[in-house]
Every structure is written in structure tokens, then in C-alpha cells.
């Protein structure tokens, strides 16, 4: 099976701008999770879709957004663009049991 | 609140030594407790999980892990650690219930000497 693709891997935007990105979840997995990761604040949690439902949100401001496709595929976007939005951004998908999640291998969004 | 702790930023090692990376967490009830590592510029591979059943599990690259409940933790173990375990080393947990909120720890960072 093939894992989790994250596109585009490496991203340059600067203030002000808005930037959307894409996961790919493993075949036949319905829930998409994003987490942000950056050297202050370490993994954080942005939300989960399920079924094209937004299931679970974490404590991020609105500029952050989601959705999911039919297809389970995830896009997140980010509007205004501030400085302190450079970081990895990380979707992992998960099939129906144990919470059990699986990574892509990011994509590194870097705001000048 | 969910938290997690990992006590140790960084850990230094030779190679064929014993590892312990230290987790903690706070939660209610039992939680759902994962081990990731992550190498320089990767995305995150899960080493092994916790659901319910025998405390002591096993997972992949020879890492084992023991779920306390009394201490509320859930320590990493290796008994013979390899140059290519170097790595950062994340502990997490997610509430049950089918939803897939992972609250992770600071991360150790791993360091092995030849």
C-alpha cells in the first residue's frame, strides 16, 4: 500500500499571502489529521476530517482552514500568511480503529 | 487537560548501550499511548502503541515500551542501541473514542556515540 504523500514537499510565500496544501491519505483510510510542528511549540494539532466532516479542531486561529474531498483527500490552507506560520506541516490518515495514525513526510512552509 | 511530558531533551548514548526514554501523561482515563521517532527532515514513523492488554509492548527496530498506570507513564526501552537509532523520539496519546487527536511530548533528542 502505498503511504501518505504530502504535495507540495517544500513551499516559499511571503506576508500576506495564502497557501494551500495537500495530503493524500493511505487507500481506503477516511480520517485525515493535520498537525503543525515548529521548534517553539513543538507538534500541535490543527484538526481531523472524517467522511468530509470536520470531527475535531484544535486551537488555531481562522486563518486556518480544511477540507476533505469525497476521495478522502485533505487540503489545508492558510490565509494572511504571518512569519510564525513557517513550519512543517504534517497530515497523517487513519482507518476506522484504534487511533492508530500513519504520516507523510511533511511539507515545510517557510514565510518571508 | 490531555498533556504529556518527556523529561529528557537530549540524550546522549554509546552504541551497543541501553536506552530509556521517559514518558509521562495526564489523563483521566486510560489513553491510547503511541511512540513516534522522526528523523532530520522526515515525517513521523510510528515505533509502537498501546491500546489495552499486556502492559509491556513491542514494536519495530527492537523498541519495547511499558505502560505504568500507576505512574502514568509509558517509558521507551532499547537494550542495545545501533548509531542508526540517532533520531528525535516523540511519546503521544489520543482520548478513545474514534477520535484522532494525537497530544504529543516535546520530543528527545537521541544521540548515539560510535
Known amino acids: 500500500k502505498a503511504g501518505v504523500t504530502q504535495t507540495p514537499r517544500y513551499l516559499i510565500k511571503t506576508r500576506g499571502q495564502q497557501v494551500t496544501l495537500s495530503c493524500s491519505p493511505i487507500?481506503?483510510?477516511?480520517?485525515v489529521s493535520w498537525y503543525q510542528q515548529t521548534p517553539g511549540q513543538g507538534l500541535q494539532f490543527l484538526f481531523e476530517y472524517f467522511s468530509e466532516t470536520q470531527r475535531n479542531k484544535g486551537n488555531f486561529p481562522g486563518r486556518f482552514s480544511g477540507r476533505q474531498f469525497s476521495n478522502s483527500r485533505s487540503e489545508m490552507n492558510v490565509s494572511t500568511l504571518e512569519l510564525g506560520d513557517s513550519a512543517l506541516y504534517l497530515c497523517?490518515?487513519?482507518?476506522?480503529?484504534?487511533?492508530?495514525?500513519?504520516f507523510g513526510p511533511g511539507t515545510r512552509l517557510t514565510v518571508l | 487537560a490531555q498533556s504529556v511530558t518527556q523529561p529528557d531533551i537530549h540524550i546522549t548514548v554509546s552504541e551497543g548501550a541501553s536506552l530509556e526514554l521517559r514518558c509521562n501523561y495526564s489523563?483521566?482515563?486510560?489513553?491510547?499511548l503511541f511512540w513516534y521517532v522522526q528523523s532530520p527532515g522526515q515525517g513521523l514513523q510510528l515505533l509502537l502503541k498501546y491500546f489495552s492488554g499486556d502492559t509491556l509492548v513491542q514494536g519495530i527496530k527492537g523498541f519495547e515500551a511499558e505502560f505504568k498506570r500507576s505512574q502514568s507513564s509509558f517509558n521507551l526501552r532499547k537494550p542495545s542501541v545501533h548509531w542508526s537509532d540517532a533520531a528525535e523520539y516523540f511519546c503521544a496519546v489520543s482520548i478513545s473514542g474514534g477520535y484522532n487527536k494525537l497530544i504529543f511530548g516535546a520530543g528527545t533528542r537521541l544521540a548515539v556515540h560510535p
Open positions: 497523517a490518515s487513519s482507518g476506522d480503529t484504534y487511533n492508530e495514525q500513519f
Open positions: 489523563y483521566g482515563a486510560t489513553p491510547y
Open positions: 487507500s481506503g483510510h477516511r480520517s
